[in-house]
């Protein structure tokens, strides 16, 4: 499996899940929500990045410290954000974890694919 053409594919498949999934929060209900779920999806595209970097560092020799160092606290930037969003905007919290699972159907989506076609 080529990991550059599997993210690629993966960032296709949230792009794709995001849109859907804010427009059926925007009409089930309203913009709060939408937003809260978008910027759910933007926490879980930025989680998927982060471990992307990692993979790629540890797949070379010489593997840069920050790099590894920037994997390592991900979640806790991640979570300290959505803390902070979800305290300071109110959002509320079905949309905003839905939009944390965009990454997670968009690989699960992927690899189905990739067992099927591939």
Do not use: D
């Amino acid at each position: 499996m080529n990991l550059e053409r599997f993210t690629a594919n993966v960032t296709r498949w949230k792009l794709g899940l995001a849109a859907a999934g804010a427009l059926a929060w925007l009409v089930a209900a309203g913009t709060l929500h939408a937003l809260a779920f978008c910027a759910g999806a933007v926490a879980s595209g930025a989680s998927f990045w982060f471990l992307t970097q990692l993979v790629k560092g540890v797949g070379h020799e010489k593997a840069h410290p920050a790099r590894a160092a920037l994997g390592a606290v991900r979640l806790a930037v991640i979570g300290y954000l959505l803390f902070v969003i979800m305290e300071n905007y109110r959002l509320p919290q079905p949309p905003l974890v839905t939009g944390l699972l965009v990454a997670l159907a968009a690989i699960s989506i992927e690899v189905i694919r990739e067992h099927f076609y591939a």
